[in-house]
């Protein structure tokens, strides 16, 4: 087999990053070679490869729904949002500055075409299928000239399109109609059909709607999904996995102790990597929850101030809404209080950052004896160490460069007392030192927790995983999807109108295939 397939969606989180992983998941099953791309991706949610490049976690979630190893060929352009108006501008896995969305669309995004085109052509060469993921939707034809991840490359690569909307949302049958209509005629070319998510009842009272919507666009539905609880799979920037607090189906086992434990996770804004404690809320009798409010950390028994792209600006949020004041109380109690990244920089005494915020010199929290530096630099890294006798595997992405000048050792970190910081992501994901580090979360909080013994969050992963897989291929019309893969989209499907008019200098259909 060779060739690909472009997964776009009628709307933002219409489910294109988890049917793009289990379409992998169910390839990779079937002994195809096949490999993930998103050719420029937003997301505060960051994965660093072993070769050191920062990528989107769902394209490194996707990777592993493949059993292949994530590059930073799989996400050649990911941008981090720093506020509402600029972003960091990730490129093959490395900063090169900020930008503001409209100087990204208005030349920037053109010029990286073919860099991303480049980056999927090395794909196509080493795999024997390349499954794209769109961004947003196709028919936001005020960015079309500027495309890149949708049409955009499917043209570039003569990939055939299915487009994924979500039933639960409603308006799934105009919204299919709808994106197909707003498409010029050359993007129309390369639709191929549709691929219903979430839906919940008998499909059968689904189906004169997808027979007169094919009558209406000449195009088929290659699958409807039933809703699927419980999918606790890396997205690109929803909260919606983690506040459910789990990673596996809602209802988890009981406790192994007498009591569980409680975890509050403060909603720093410009969250970042909020996955890391996805671990947490994988052992049976622990709760997980985001707050905002400090009186919602009255009976938590950890609290966690999570990674954030605004340091400064989170520091100020806590300090604003009495969260830093609740955790000053916290430590003074010997009640533990976790910080990771960012949350690790707002615990220390002292921030000077002329890069992020451009703010100079700012005064942490003083929770831990630490001193932070902003860099230019960013550190990109997937350390190993080890911490409360277990072994840790974990990986870093910042800016900010820590000088510990006191407390105990602790990944790079330090403890004092209750209180931990880290610049680690991930760390939480080793088995034995979660279970470790809770015993000791339990310990300082009086609480008669155990934790479970046997739990292996990759393993639950890797379940999860394989639900992807099982959706698509009890779901979806896979030889159908197979021959599109193979052969790309159906010859001569129909126009549907208006469209959108021709791009400038664009050539129509026919004159594409014209030597």
């Known amino acids: 087999m060779t060739g690909g397939l472009l997964i776009a969606g009628t709307t933002s989180d219409a489910g294109k990053s988890v049917v793009t992983a289990g379409i992998c998941r169910w390839l990779a099953r079937k002994g195809v070679s096949v490999a993930p791309f998103k ?88 795999y024997d ?50 994106t197909t209509a707003l498409l010029s005629e050359a993007d129309q070319a390369l639709v191929a059909g549709y691929l219903v998510n979430k839906f919940r009842g008998d499909v059968t009272l689904l189906e004169p709607g997808l027979d007169m919507l094919e009558k209406l666009t000449g195009r088929r539905t290659y699958g409807v999904l039933p809703y699927a609880h419980g999918l606790g799979i890396d997205e690109e920037d929803g909260l919606r996995v983690s506040m459910r607090g789990t990673v596996r189906e809602s209802v988890v086992a009981p406790p192994v102790g007498a009591d569980v434990l409680r975890v509050a996770v403060c ?90 915020s451009r703010a100079g010199a700012v005064d942490g929290l003083g929770l831990l004896p630490v001193r932070v530096r ?3 630099e960013k550190t990109l890294a997937r350390p190993v160490g080890s911490a409360l006798g277990e072994r840790v595997e974990g990986y870093e992405i910042h800016h900010g460069v820590a000088r510990v000048h006191g407390g ?13 910081g880290t610049h680690w992501h991930g760390s939480l994901e080793s088995d034995g030192f979660r279970r470790a580090f809770l015993r000791e979360v339990a310990r300082a909080a009086g609480r008669r927790f155990v934790p479970a013994p046997d739990t292996s969050f990759g393993a639950l992963r890797e379940e999860q995983l394989d639900r992807l897989g099982d959706l698509i291929e009890e779901h979806a019309d896979t030889g159908a999807l197979l021959r599109l893969i193979e052969g790309g989209a159906p010859s001569s499907l129909p126009f549907v109108p208006p469209g959108a008019p021709p791009q400038p200098s664009e050539p129509t259909p026919s004159q594409e295939a014209t030597p």
């Not at 105990?408 to 931990?420: I, K, N, Q, T, Y």
Request: one cysteine or more; proline letters at 5%.
């Open 267 to 356: 909603a720093v804004p410009l969250m970042s990597n909020f996955t890391d404690v996805d671990a947490l809320a994988a052992e049976p009798g622990v709760v997980v929850r985001f707050v905002d409010r400090a009186e919602e950390l009255a009976d938590a028994d950890l609290v966690v101030v999570p990674g954030t792209r605004g340091t400064v600006k989170a520091l100020a949020w806590l300090r604003e809404r009495g969260l830093a004041d609740a955790l000053g109380r916290r430590a003074a109690e010997g009640r533990p209080v976790l910080g990771i990244c960012g949350g690790f920089q707002v615990l220390g005494e002292h921030i000077e950052d002329d890069v992020e």
């Open 129 to 178: 299928a390349v499954i794209c993921e769109g961004a947003g939707s196709p028919a936001e034809i005020n960015l079309r000239r500027t495309d890149i991840v949708n049409m955009g490359i499917a043209r570039a690569a003569g990939f055939p399109v299915v487009v994924v909307g979500d039933i639960d949302r409603g308006g799934v049958f105009a919204s299919f109609f709808g």
């Open 408 to 420: 105990e050792p602790f990944l790079d970190g330090c403890r004092v007392g209750a209180v931990w």
């Open 39 to 126: 050719a420029q991706n937003m997301s505060l949610n960051s994965f660093v490869t072993r070769e050191g490049a920062e990528i989107g976690r769902a394209q490194a979630m996707q990777a592993q729904a493949a059993r292949v190893e994530p590059t930073a060929l799989m996400n050649p352009v990911l941008l981090k949002p720093g506020g509402d108006r600029s972003s960091q501008v990730v490129l093959m896995g490395k900063p090169v500055g900020e930008m503001s969305a409209r100087g990204y669309h208005g030349g920037r995004q053109e010029q990286l075409l073919g860099t991303v085109t480049d980056c999927l052509d090395q794909l196509r060469s080493t």
């Open 374 to 376: 902003f860099a230019r």
